[in-house]
């Protein structure tokens, strides 16, 4: 009777073990697929740029080294990758993003010198595009937020955090909001 006592317990924490487990894996896997979205969102700036680039060319040409500006802070961001998700690899993509966000500011600051170029249809319809991905971009980076704050609070609590430190699952970074961002912006009359 005993015998069969103890075989009931050790399965109970077997099956219990198992569905931490199980839970792990699935949040995990939440994880990358919300990544994957962000990645889908930035691809999809990425390859609205050397449209925009292009158009913009034809009206500003000596504006050649904001246009060299975006295209490199574009090349620069497609070579990084959020590689494991750890909140250094997450705070590097996030960077080289924002770089190119910064550099796409810059290049529409200039078109406002450009009254032609401001009607032309082809501008207009990749700036709704471009307005469009960017809304995109936030709400992917908020869900991914969401998903990894998720997934790291049930991989630390306890009694989680053994089997998550058992198995080798790691915490998750998050998107955080850049520098510029944190400062009040100056308005002068």
Not at 142 to 159: D, H, I, L, Q, S
Request: hydrophobic share 40%; charged share 25%.
């Amino acid at each position: 009777m005993k015998k069969w006592i103890i075989i009931a317990a050790v399965a109970v924490v077997v099956f219990w073990c198992v569905g931490i487990y199980n839970s792990l894996v699935s949040k995990d896997e939440g994880v990358k697929t919300a990544w994957s979205q962000v990645e889908n969102v930035y691809q999809r700036r990425a390859d609205l740029i050397p449209n925009l680039v292009s158009t913009v060319k034809g009206y500003a040409a000596h504006e050649k080294g904001t246009l060299e500006g975006v295209m490199e802070a574009r090349g620069k961001a497609m070579g990084v990758t959020g590689g494991n998700l750890s909140e250094e690899n997450v705070a590097a993509y996030g960077k080289a993003q924002g770089e190119v966000s910064s550099a796409l500011n810059r290049l529409l600051m200039v078109v406002e010198n450009y009254p032609d170029l401001k009607a032309n249809q082809n501008f207009l319809d990749l700036q709704a595009q471009l307005e469009g991905t960017e809304n995109r971009i936030a709400e992917a980076r908020r869900g991914f937020n969401e998903v990894a704050k998720e997934y790291n609070t049930y991989m630390r609590t306890f009694p989680n955090n053994i089997i998550a430190g058992m198995f080798g699952f790691q915490q998750k970074g998050y998107f955080e909001a850049d520098e510029d961002a944190k400062k009040a912006p100056k308005v002068e009359f």
